[in-house]
């Protein structure tokens, strides 16, 4: 997959750009497609199991809330992780995904300053929760751009 700048994209801003490739705020995402989408534009995508902690911190404010914790013991995990970790221990994890898209919520998007002072765009994304799930919902469009 060829990388490709944000900067590329039609907007005055991120939230403006994101929309140009479907991604919006309060609205789902596939984590399949939001992967691709990270790695495509060089975006960090963050899964979160709480939803309090989703909508009022920030991702900045997580990492150092739990920088000793065990990656698996946070309540958040990248979507590369995630799908890495999943991949691990079911070789038919991705497939199953494909079949049966994940859906996230688009919690937040922002900008974060690395360690090395080079900064990152990010977006934040919600998993469903067990009760959440519809398993006789027939699954929607892909959400992502066309090229």
């Excluded at 900045?60 to 000793?68: S, V």
């Excluded at 994890?93 to 049966?100: A, G, I, K, Q, V």
């Excluded at 898209?101 to 929760?129: C, H, Q, V, W």
Aim: negative net charge.
């Amino acid at each position: 997959m060829k990388k490709r700048s944000l900067d590329a994209l039609k907007g005055e801003n991120l939230e403006d750009k994101l929309k140009t490739i479907g991604i919006i705020k309060g609205e789902e995402s596939d984590v399949l497609e939001l992967d691709k989408l990270g790695k495509k534009y060089g975006l960090e995508i963050i899964l979160y199991f709480e939803k309090d902690l989703a909508i009022n911190s920030t991702y900045e404010k997580d990492l150092i809330d739990f920088k000793y914790e065990d990656e698996f013991g946070r309540p958040f995990i990248s979507a590369e992780r995630f799908l890495k970790f999943g991949q691990e221990n079911d070789p038919t994890f991705e497939n199953r995904l494909t079949e049966f898209p994940l859906m996230i919520t688009i919690a937040e998007f922002g900008e974060r300053i690395n360690d090395d002072g080079s900064k990152k765009n990010y977006i934040k994304g919600l998993m469903p929760f067990l009760d959440e799930f519809d398993v006789d919902k027939e699954p929607g469009p892909v959400i992502g751009d066309s090229s």
